[in-house]
T-cell receptor, first 114, second 115 residues
Framework: EAGVAQSPRYKIIEKRQSVAFWCNPI?????LYWYQQILGQGPKLLIQ????????DSQLPKDRFSAERLKGVDSTLKIQPAKLEDSAVYLC????????????FGPGTRLLVL | AQTVTQSQPEMSVQEAETVTLSCTYD???????LFWYKQPPSRQMILVIR??????QNATENRFSVNFQKAAKSFSLKISDSQLGDTAMYFC????????????FGKGITLSVRP
């Protein structure tokens, strides 16, 4: 069984530029999560999708971050414009069900904003 | 609100020895899961082991086992026969099984296995 796929693995941009990350969850997993992990900290949930609907985006900085999950499979997370403090690893995870299910993580995208 | 505490920022162990990583959590719920995730330098978050709160038996996965003390809200991870590949950051995490649940992580502990 293929795991969660993410691309790109690394990205370096200058502040005020835009960037997009892509995630493909495990086949059959209805729930998809995007996390932000600052160096030395645990991951922080940005947004949770159930199929193609948003379940929780309370910690997503909506003035600059956006995410979509068209057709309830792949998802894209965008940052526009990027700030220095957005430098982090962006992790995508998926789970079979909506609540209380084990989450499986992708390899992450490491973003550096200069 | 649920919290997960990992008070040891880093630990070191000799290859082939046993090490125990500590974790405590706080919750008023009775139905939940606890996890240990491993994050090597590649930054991929890998599930190591999962414990259901309703199960009294401690979970084991090969060289990894947990000591789950529900009353004390303690959840430690024991790694036996440590290997160089075990070098990573380890996160303890809590997940309530009901609606609106969020996976809550501790701050993590850096484990170094010495050859």
């Amino acid at each position: 069984e293929a795991g969660v796929a993410q691309s790109p693995r690394y990205k370096i941009i200058e502040k005020r530029q835009s960037v997009a990350f892509w995630c493909n969850p495990i086949s059959g997993h209805a729930t998809l999560y995007w996390y932000q992990q600052i160096l030395g900290q645990g991951p922080k949930l940005l947004i949770q999708f159930q199929n193609n609907g948003v379940v929780d985006d309370s910690q997503l900085p909506k003035d600059r971050f956006s995410a979509e999950r068209l057709k309830g499979v792949d998802s894209t997370l965008k940052i526009q414009p990027a700030k220095l403090e957005d430098s982090a690893v962006y992790l995508c995870a998926s789970s079979f069900g909506q609540w209380g299910e084990t989450q499986y993580f992708g390899p992450g995208t490491r973003l550096l904003v200069l | 609100a649920q919290t997960v505490t990992q008070s040891q920022p880093e630990m070191s162990v000799q290859e082939a020895e046993t090490v125990t990583l500590s974790c405590t959590y706080d919750t008023s719920e009775s139905n939940y899961y606890l996890f240990w995730y491993k994050q090597p330098p590649s930054r991929q978050m890998i599930l190591v082991i999962r414990q259901e709160a309703y199960k009294q038996q401690n979970a084991t996965e090969n060289r990894f086992s947990v000591n789950f003390q529900k009353a004390a809200k303690s959840f430690s991870l024991k790694i036996s026969d440590s290997q160089l590949g075990d070098t990573a950051m380890y996160f303890c995490a809590y997940l309530y099984t009901g609606a609106n649940s969020k996976l809550t992580f501790g701050k993590g502990i850096t484990l170094s296995v010495r050859p």
